[in-house]
């Protein structure tokens, strides 16, 4: 049974930081392409960062370019969103997604296979 497993999120200031991680059980971590997306209400799930298997190769939104790093351990099968200089419009439920690796980065959410619960960042103005 695969499972991802967020880390709390938080309530942070504008300009804080926060660090999310994501657990993964059940499956080969190594083999899986991960990524970071948000929903906010009343909006879509959007893609926010992505890491190929090796940690080599990573995406970002562009509103979150220099501000969220993403990266992976694979030998402790986790993924983690670190998230600088946030501002009011990063509030959203954070989620972690896996997909099998393929040499590709997916943008949308249908493409992921698994998904984690979702954590709640709120940043307050």
């Known amino acids: 049974q695969v499972q991802l497993v967020e880390s709390e999120g938080g309530l942070v200031q504008a300009g804080g930081s926060l660090r999310l991680s994501c657990a993964a059980s059940?499956?080969?971590?190594?083999?899986?392409?991960m990524a970071w997306f948000r929903q906010a209400p009343g909006k879509e799930r959007e893609f926010v960062a992505g890491?190929?298997?090796?940690?080599?190769?990573?995406y970002y939104t562009d509103s979150v370019k220099g501000r969220f790093t993403i990266s992976r351990d694979n030998a402790k099968n986790t993924v983690y969103l670190r998230m600088n200089s946030l501002k009011p419009e990063d509030t959203a439920v954070y989620y972690c997604?896996?997909?099998?690796?393929?040499?590709?980065?997916?943008?949308?959410?249908?493409?992921?296979?698994?998904w984690g619960q979702g954590t709640q960042v709120t940043v307050s103005s």
């Open positions: 059940g499956l080969t971590f190594s083999l899986y392409t």
């Open positions: 997604g896996a997909k099998l690796r393929d040499g590709r980065m997916y943008y949308r959410s249908y493409e992921y296979t698994y």
């Open positions: 890491i190929s298997w090796s940690g080599t190769s990573t």
